[in-house]
């Protein structure tokens, strides 16, 4: 009767790793664990017009939001931009298994469509790359964070919307027992030269082992943008749904003043800010202090 340590042998002999590691991550949620960086021999920066692992336009897949993958992982659904010349080795869960060797780090895309129909193409730079040995990939939300984007992957959270909040569009997340996904495709060419692009991650480096997440830069570099993007997006909204309620379509056809958002535009719109300047009073200079001075003595 084989061991267990033999069948662990029989099976690496049959599947190669990274078919080990991808099988697992899929099935059990699995942590991976990318290693130092290092340059490959090409050029630091190799554009590709086709994909070393042919992942295939309109293949469809779960895109699982997993902070135990330090980095965003790349599967079947995405589609090969360009690398960055890097490579890293990955390790999985168990130290009976070799780590992959040379993972491609690169700038990949996969299309997601709206409720509405539309077709946005996310864009996700400093990626693992793994295409078709994948057969779905792995999002690391603190990686979209750090690019200054909000994202909502608590289920239980009241007031968040479960999802990326982009500026230029929100993509929802499903839940499926404990896990959280959204579904994205590989875009054609046509889609990837007309739709319209939403970068998802910086293309600064992205070192997992070094990055700092703290309350104080809850969004990176990117802050202040994206408090401007949150007021922006707020009166979009409030334009595309000026009337919420049956209550102030009534309201509204006697005057928009009892409308609570065609209030706020006009209160907003009449809001003038001036500057006032503070004028401080004037120094009586010294020598003309003293003449007075002394005709008070005198007088007295």
Known sequence: MPTRYTLILYIYDVFPPHHIIAYYTSKFSMPVTS??????REAKRAKTGRDPQTTVPHTSARCELDTRADTICAGCNFRLLSTTGQLCDVSAFHSDFESIKDVPIATVATAFQAESGTIYILIVNEALFFGVSMEHSLINPNQIRHHGIVVCDNPFDSIARLGIDHVDAFIPFTTSGAA?????????????????????????????KTVMMNSNRPY????????VQS??????????????????????????SFVANDMYERLVSTVKVSQRVKQRPQ???PHKKRPVIRKMVANT
């Open 35 to 40: 290693g130092e960086r290092h340059w490959a």
């Open 180 to 208: 959280v996904f959204f579904d994205t495709f590989v875009p054609s060419d046509e889609e990837l030269a007309k739709c319209k692009r939403i970068e998802l991650t910086s293309g600064s480096e992205w070192n997992p």
């Open 220 to 227: 990176g570099d990117n802050a202040n943008e994206r408090i």
């Open 231 to 256: 007021v922006v997006r707020e009166n979009i909204k409030r334009r595309e749904v000026p009337v919420e309620y049956e209550s102030d379509l009534v309201l509204g056809s006697i005057s928009g």
């Open 283 to 285: 120094k009586v200079p």
